[in-house]
């Protein structure tokens, strides 16, 4: 079977956009490495027995102090 234009032309698409998927899908993945990286060092700024409870910075309205 010969190849037609039409095939040819779908065939260079669709490997282009297998390529731009897979940069799109690095970057993601950089992000998220950065992401979990600025995560894990600043977790260890708190201590360890934080619990993450601000409700001393409320009234009893929910309003800030």
Not at 11 to 19: D, F, I, K, M, P
Not at 57 to 65: R, T
Request: aromatic fraction near 6%; proline fraction near 5%.
């Amino acid at each position: 079977r010969q190849t037609t234009q039409t095939d040819a032309l779908r065939q260079v698409v669709e490997e282009a956009l297998a390529r731009d998927s897979e940069a799109r899908e690095a970057k993601r993945q950089a992000k998220l490495a950065a992401i979990r990286e600025i995560t894990e060092r600043t977790a260890r700024m708190f201590p360890p027995d934080w619990d993450g409870d601000h409700s001393y910075l409320y009234d009893e309205n929910g309003l800030p102090k």
